[in-house]
């Protein structure tokens, strides 16, 4: 396993908060997909059904051809335009998806746009309607993130918001490694490196004793080409990794902190709030 390839790959599937935290997004089950999905069919069949029938009323007299023309913009309204622009108007969301506590974000955990939402509804149009949602739902069992090929179309995946987001817990200093930590150059860390030791740390004692040990050391080796001074030795990899992203995360909250106090002196009190 190369390390650069390790790290990356352990740090896939998780969202990222601005001060560098790892946030598991509790991906939407199959079922739960499948039941927003059917939710959003009978509101379509119900607007196509009413739309018909006002195409009916309204265009009764006219030409065939005019008719079917009309029927055909009223189909591709409601199964293209429609759930595309609910979608970005809502950022991800359906009358579905409201119903079950879902929504549709991008692979890095932002909200969607006009475009995701378009290729969504596009690529929809075949795997769900065509298909009768047999290609959105064999896609869905066999995709870790449980996409449809509208999703990985858009770069995009359905999260539950009524599960609870689970932080990793922070890394604990060894004190032996402070003082080292402390005056140690840890700038030049790349965030996703230090995203991958957050989370093997906090996950750690559940690996495998032998696959804990070896990626560790992979870890390890990543991280010293970064840090320097090198740490003392004798060390265990996971204390000195614990040390480089606990002095790291200080570091973070230090500097916050002295935003928050730059922009306090500089904004006028809130009157309002006193």
């Known amino acids: 396993m190369s390390t650069g390839a390790g790290y990356r790959s352990y740090a896939g599937d998780d969202m990222v908060t601005g001060e560098g935290v790892a946030v598991e997004l ?3 089950s199959v079922p739960a997909r499948a039941a927003s999905g059917v939710i959003d069919l009978l509101v379509a069949t119900a607007v196509l059904v009413v739309g018909a029938l006002l195409v009916g009323l309204v265009f009764g007299g006219t030409s065939s051809a005019v008719a079917r023309t009309v029927s055909i913009l009223l189909v591709v309204g409601v199964t293209v335009a429609l759930p595309a622009t609910v979608e970005t108007l809502t950022r991800g969301r359906t009358l579905g998806k409201l119903a079950l506590g879902l929504r549709v974000v991008r692979d890095d955990g932002g909200p ?5 939402a378009l290729t969504r509804a596009l690529v929809g149009w075949p795997e769900i309607y065509l298909l009768l949602g047999s290609g959105a739902l064999v896609s869905a069992l066999v995709s870790p993130r449980a996409k449809r090929l509208g999703d990985m179309a858009a770069g995009t995946y359905v999260v539950s918001q009524r599960a609870s987001l689970r932080l990793l817990p922070p890394p604990v200093m060894p004190p032996p490694l402070a003082r080292w930590a402390a005056g140690a150059d840890l700038a030049a860390l790349p965030p996703g490196l230090a995203i991958a030791v ?6 750690a004692q559940g690996l495998n004793p032998t696959s804990r040990h070896e990626l560790g050391q992979a870890l390890l080796r990543s991280v010293l080409p970064h840090v320097s001074p090198p740490p003392p030795p004798g060390f265990h990899a996971e204390h000195v990794l614990a040390a480089v992203i606990a002095d790291r995360r200080r570091r973070d909250a230090e500097r916050l902190a002295r935003d ?3 922009l306090a002196r500089l904004l006028p009190p809130d009157q309002l709030g006193a």
């Open 260 to 262: 928050d106090q730059r």
């Open 112 to 116: 969607i746009t006009a475009r995701h």
């Open 198 to 203: 957050r989370q093997f740390l906090g996950r």
């Open 26 to 28: 509790p991906i939407a």
